[in-house]
């Protein structure tokens, strides 16, 4: 199993606050996704970054990923009440399908 | 586009019954599905790899015979909790990977919420 490593696990913020989410690992992926999910419901796919160095904005996120494809972060400008929940980043490893799944990051964002 | 659908999203159940979970694909067929429990405020835990008309791959710790996998269709996953126990509750999520388009990318369904009393 490759481990994913996130970080921080937990995160509490003021609106308008920017953050950054990590993700790490030792191990190299053929892409890396990053996720949302909210309580009670299934994760949101927000966005798969493939080649090493991509970046990529989705509003006011921003991911990406390093050069080696071992790592990628997640970064969150001017953060809003609506972007609370729980942050997963998942790999993709060469040899399989199954994604690796991070402990997630747990973001609160407070008006 | 590659939206995925659980039922039921909640059940509770007395201990010793079994319980069933369908994972639909509405617009795209998938070739493979995948079945995840959560914890509350945990990340997922992959249980089994299923694929279309062939046994489901299993996780090393989680129990076929108590988890059981069919994937009759490129549509259509269900898994089944059979004599369920109050430590089977929690959050059972599947998604479904697209057989097109980009690789490596899985859709999730909504979750189902299962209690055993």
């Known amino acids: 199993t490759q481990l994913l490593e996130q970080s921080p696990q937990f995160l509490s913020i003021q609106e308008g606050e920017n953050l950054t989410v990590y993700c790490n690992s030792s191990?190299?992926?053929?892409?890396l996704q990053w996720y949302r999910q909210e309580p009670g419901e299934g994760p949101v796919l927000l966005v798969t970054v493939v080649t090493g160095g991509e970046v990529k904005k989705l509003k006011r996120l921003t991911f990406q990923f390093g050069d080696a494809r071992k790592d990628s972060s997640l970064h969150i400008t001017a953060a809003q009440p609506g972007d609370t929940g729980l942050y997963l980043c998942?790999?993709?490893?060469?040899?399989?399908?199954?994604?690796?799944f991070g402990k997630g990051t747990s973001l609160l964002v407070t008006p | 586009g590659a939206v995925v659908s659980q039922h039921p999203s909640r059940v509770i159940c007395k201990s010793g019954t079994s319980v069933k979970i369908e994972c639909r694909s509405l617009d795209f067929q998938a070739t493979t599905m995948f079945w995840y429990r959560q914890f509350p405020k945990q990340s997922l835990m992959l249980m089994a790899t299923s694929n279309e008309g062939s046994k489901a791959t299993y996780e090393q710790g989680v129990e076929k015979d108590k988890f059981l996998i069919n994937h009759a269709s490129l549509t259509l996953s269900t898994l089944t909790v059979t004599s369920a126990h109050p430590e089977d509750s929690s959050f059972y999520i599947c998604?479904?990977?697209?057989?097109?388009?980009?690789?490596?990318?899985?859709?999730f369904g909504p979750g189902t919420r299962l209690t055993v009393l």
């Open positions: 998604s479904a990977e697209t057989s097109g388009g980009l690789r490596d990318t899985q859709y």
């Open positions: 998942a790999g993709a490893s060469n040899s399989g399908y199954a994604l690796n």
């Open positions: 191990s190299v992926f053929s892409s």
